[in-house]
């Protein structure tokens, strides 16, 4: 592989900065063109939420296209699962088995994957699992997994940063009878709310359609008006007490890194994969793409706060470097004449350890861009794993099932965000430092930065050569034009 080729990046990203320096608002959104709205936000949408005992364990849903207004009377064009722009939230129960049929009714295929499920090769919803258009796919998902936020996105090769970015993603909840039982806040919507954060750019208030220049290639699509949920500059009204906010980061490429005004701390209680074992107090929580944590924010005194995030890439853009960003994410609001119902435990879970002495495999990992060209001569960027681009008819890896495996990830220049499937991991180092006491938990997607990230994980179900399972970097663009590989789980490897 080629040297990484810092120098030219930067002098095309020097270029750039001057230019774009003139339409920077510190917000970095439309501002004065929706002064108004700004002032007054608007309403935080809430997911539908689809529970599956309630639906018999039945639930048909579509994929389509259709009109969405992000702000009044402009309309963009966009897709979702069963609605305009993104989907519903699916509440799914340990130990129960639910059929989901998704119906493609867009004009071209798709796929559905459920990022953070742990279930065999053939129900992942990998970019094999293709669904024509017309066509319906029926999957009965076995849920084996611990209490979660996870969620669904399309996972087609090339056409994944397109199809997400447009709107189609959803939620999975799954509950156990841990999180049924712990006094947390629990009501959906209430003050137990999913947060989807996102980030578009809006012309004349229409979401600008897709669509990637080289730069944007190679440092992932950032744009400028966040959205939660679909909504720009949203509120929502929380009753008095303590809230619980699942976090995910579902843009394709921005890393944010949340806070709260005035800089009071919260407590994180979950990663992707399940609670943490017991609260952490916390002041700045950072993210990447494809990452969730569940936050808790203690609002007994009846004072509204803001959640804010500092608006981070992962590439080293030289003008966000020199011109930080901070974004509102969410005014919440408290209606004192409600008293919330959930309470923080001292305890939330009791996670198993992975060990270092019980691996019978290493594998490494390097997350790699070349260069070729020019800069602003054709240049062309490449994306690769260990010096090979995704292809569809190799298997990169195979696993053998149950057996505890230490993956080793770098990266030769950005950071990216890596994720896998089929199973969370434990981060057991980072440039080989133990994990943060807030990272000590089960995960499925990690920001990999300087050095060696190592993660222990152990493979507990089937992925075959038809059905591989994935690993790839989670910033969209980059997995879409070759950083990704795909594995196999058996028991006779
Ligand atoms: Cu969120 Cu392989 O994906
Ligand atoms: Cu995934
Ligand atoms: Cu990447």
Not at 58 to 72: E, L, N, R, V, Y
Not at 123 to 146: F, H, K, N, R, Y
Request: charged residues 25%; contains cysteine; neutral net charge.
């Amino acid at each position: 592989m080629n040297p990484p080729n810092e120098l030219t990046r930067r002098k095309a990203l020097k270029g750039l900065a001057a230019s774009a320096l003139a339409g920077t608002s510190m917000f970095g959104f439309e501002r004065s063109a929706h002064a108004q709205f700004f002032a007054a936000g608007s309403r935080l949408n809430i997911p539908p939420l689809i529970d599956s005992r309630a639906s018999n364990n039945d639930i048909p849903i579509t994929m389509q296209s259709g009109k969405h207004a992000f702000f009044p009377n402009k309309w963009s064009d966009t897709a979702g699962f069963g609605q305009s722009f993104l989907g519903p939230a699916i509440r799914l129960y340990r130990n129960q088995t639910t059929r989901l049929g998704f119906q493609n009714l867009l004009n071209e295929p798709t796929s559905v994957h459920g990022h953070g499920l742990h279930v065999p090769g053939w129900l992942d919803g990998g970019p094999q699992a293709q669904i024509d258009p017309g066509q319906t796919w029926s999957v009965e998902l076995p849920i084996v997994q611990q209490a979660s936020t996870n969620w669904f996105h399309p996972h087609l090769h090339g056409s994944t940063s397109r199809q997400v970015h447009s709107g189609l993603a959803g939620l999975y909840l799954i509950e156990d009878d841990n999180s049924l039982n712990l006094p947390i806040p629990k009501t959906y919507g209430l003050d137990d709310i999913p947060l989807i954060v996102q980030d578009r750019d809006f012309e004349g208030g229409v979401m600008v359609p897709y669509s990637v220049t080289e730069r944007e290639m190679m440092n992932g699509k950032r744009e400028d008006t966040i959205l939660v949920n679909g909504t720009v500059n949203p509120f929502v009204t929380v009753p008095q007490g303590w809230v619980r906010l699942r976090l995910l980061n579902g843009s394709n490429a921005r890393g944010y890194e949340f806070h709260l005004s005035g800089k009071e701390s919260f407590y994180k209680i979950a990663t992707e994969g399940g609670f943490l074992d017991e609260p952490v107090e916390m002041t700045s929580l950072r993210m990447v793409p494809g990452e969730r944590n569940e936050i808790m924010i203690n609002l007994s005194d009846g004072k509204s706060r803001q959640l804010l995030s500092k608006l981070v890439p992962l590439d080293d853009d030289v003008l966000e470097e020199l011109f930080p960003r901070t974004a509102r994410v969410l005014q919440i609001r408290v209606d004192g004449t409600k008293r919330g119902q959930g309470q923080l435990p001292p305890r939330l879970n009791s996670i198993e350890r992975l060990r270092r002495q019980d691996v019978h495999v290493v594998r490494d990992f390097r997350l790699q861009m070349e260069h070729r060209g020019q800069a602003g001569h054709g240049m062309h960027s490449m994306f690769a794993i260990n010096g090979k681009a995704m292809h569809p008819g190799r298997i990169d890896e195979r696993v053998r099932k149950g057996d505890v495996e230490l993956w080793r990830v770098t990266r030769d220049e950005m950071d990216h965000p890596f994720h896998l499937h089929g199973a969370s991991f434990q981060i057991h180092a980072q440039r080989r430092r133990a994990p943060r006491p807030e990272d000590r938990g089960w995960k499925d997607t990690v920001e990999v930065g300087y050095g060696w990230t190592e993660l222990l994980v152990r493979f507990e179900h089937e992925a075959n050569d038809q059905f591989p399972y994935m690993y790839h970097c989670h910033i969209l663009e980059h997995k879409d034009d070759g950083m990704m590989g795909q594995f196999t789980v058996s028991q006779f490897n």
